[in-house]
């Protein structure tokens, strides 16, 4: 097991607990006074209620942290913050534990290597984006059919990583980031023209931009345009 520290997400993980720190005490003082209010107008509250509304308050993340009891006679709510268990998600700020079974691999590489774990996420975000790679629903039902289906959905998952690594070079010098590339490709627009009085037609670019220009000839697409005429 390696264990990593990060001061930045610690200070990101410790402002967003705070956050919601703060949102809980804020909603539980309005509903306590709800709850508790005695006359006025309106059906009083009932502790089903309450509990319902103080459920609907505390994060799920912390409901082991933000406590809240409700008594019927005398009406009364209580919430609290339980200190112990504060203290000990507050010291677990920053840190990761990553477990490997690869022992013979430096600390830093295994380090290195859990960090590029977005590429894999990305890539089943990926495959149920139904602009990108939609793998799902499936419009087929026999099993071979799905396994067509799913082999091309890959293919075209790898067609799309090779398409990101073919241009990080000029992507990078760009100040592209992440799709960046994939979306100035698909800006590029060519249309199938014929001239008046002419036989055949033939492929068009229509204007690029600088960026979508350097994209188009560092995939070599040129070549690809005339294989279409």
Known sequence: MVIRYNPATERKQKRRYEEKKEKFLGGMAALKQRYERKGGRGKPMSPEGARREAAKIIPQDYATIFKYRVHEDPKELRYWVVKKREKDLKDSFGK????????????????RTYDKKYLVEDDFKWLNNELIVPMDPFYVWKDGSIRVHAFLCVTG????????????????????????????????????????????????????????????????????MKHLR
Not at 96 to 111: A, K, Q, Y
Not at 169 to 188: S, V, Y
Request: no cysteine; aromatic share 8%; net charge positive.
């Open 157 to 224: 998952l790898l067609m799309l990583r090779y398409t990101l690594w073919k241009v990080r070079d000029p992507a990078t010098r760009m100040g592209l980031r992440g799709l960046g590339p994939l979306e100035e490709l698909k800006r590029i627009r060519i249309a199938l023209t014929k001239e008046e009085g002419k036989r055949g037609a033939q492929w068009v670019v229509e204007e690029l931009t600088a960026t979508q220009a350097a994209l188009f000839s560092w995939l070599g697409l040129s070549g690809v």
């Open 96 to 111: 990761t534990s990553i477990f490997t079974d690869l022992h013979g691999w430096p600390t830093e590489r295994i380090s």
